[in-house]
């Protein structure tokens, strides 16, 4: 049996789908799964402090298998990619992204749904014209920097960085994962 990747980083923006392609493949691999996003933010959405969130993912990356879901390289550096065997970078179009992302918002806010730490997203951060607090005018405003980050992943896969896939539809998803699944024996 041919085995596939053991150390997975997924990245792409906001409602681009990393947490659920992550916690997808963590279960269908039997790996676990690393959500930067419930280590990074505490209580009140306090960040943790940058030593102990590297330290913690250090710890967490050092295992022969995982799955890592987030876009934290500026507090962590190469430390999560110089151990990956496969980066999959989500580059969805716009309108996909938007409609997800209003419709998990919408979701959590009406069920009150704990993310991390005790954190909920709350009604007026989805009206407010403050992108740190509007996840949606975030994910549209930033748009164009989580796909140039996408196509640099891609092109530096070409060049001896790791191993990456840039994947840009719901249905390339679909065959990348599985394709992963035949790699793996499953």
Same mark, same amino acid.
């Given at each position: 049996?041919?085995?596939? $990747?053991?150390?997975?980083?997924?990245? =792409?923006?906001?409602?681009?789908?990393?947490?659920?392609? #992550?916690?997808?493949?963590?279960?269908?691999?039997?790996?676990?799964?690393?959500?930067?996003?419930?280590?990074?933010?505490? $209580?009140?959405?306090?960040?943790?402090?940058? /030593? #102990?969130?590297?330290?913690?993912?250090? &710890?967490?990356?050092?295992?022969? #298998?995982?799955?890592?879901?987030?876009?934290? @390289?500026?507090?962590? =550096?190469?430390?999560?990619?110089?151990?990956?065997?496969?980066?999959?970078?989500?580059?969805?179009?716009?309108?996909?992204?938007?409609?997800?992302?209003?419709?998990?918002?919408?979701?959590?806010?009406? @069920?009150?749904? /704990?993310?991390?730490? =005790?954190?909920?997203?709350?009604?007026?951060?989805?009206?407010?014209?403050? /992108?740190?607090?509007?996840?949606?005018?975030?994910?549209?405003?930033?748009? =164009?920097?989580?796909?140039?980050?996408?196509? &640099?992943?891609?092109?530096?896969?070409?060049?001896?960085?790791?191993?990456?896939?840039?994947?840009?539809?719901?249905?390339?998803?679909?065959?990348?994962?599985?394709?992963?699944?035949?790699?793996?024996?499953?």
């Amino acid at each position: 049996m041919v085995e596939g $990747p053991r150390r997975l980083v997924v990245t =792409g923006g906001p409602g681009s789908g990393k947490t659920s392609l #992550a916690a997808l493949l963590a279960v269908r691999l039997a790996i676990p799964h690393i959500e930067l996003d419930g280590l990074y933010h505490g $209580p009140n959405w306090t960040p943790t402090d940058p /030593e #102990a969130f590297r330290a913690s993912v250090s &710890a967490l990356t050092a295992g022969p #298998a995982w799955i890592v879901d987030g876009n934290y @390289r500026s507090k962590l =550096g190469d430390l999560v990619l110089a151990r990956t065997d496969l980066v999959i970078a989500l580059d969805l179009p716009r309108p996909v992204v938007l409609v997800r992302l209003l419709r998990r918002t919408l979701v959590r806010m009406a @069920r009150r749904t /704990e993310l991390w730490n =005790g954190n909920r997203e709350e009604w007026r951060n989805l009206v407010s014209t403050d /992108e740190s607090r509007n996840l949606l005018l975030w994910a549209h405003r930033h748009f =164009g920097r989580y796909r140039a980050r996408a196509i &640099a992943v891609e092109r530096a896969s070409a060049v001896g960085g790791p191993a990456a896939v840039r994947l840009t539809s719901p249905a390339q998803v679909d065959r990348f994962v599985e394709h992963l699944m035949r790699l793996a024996g499953r």
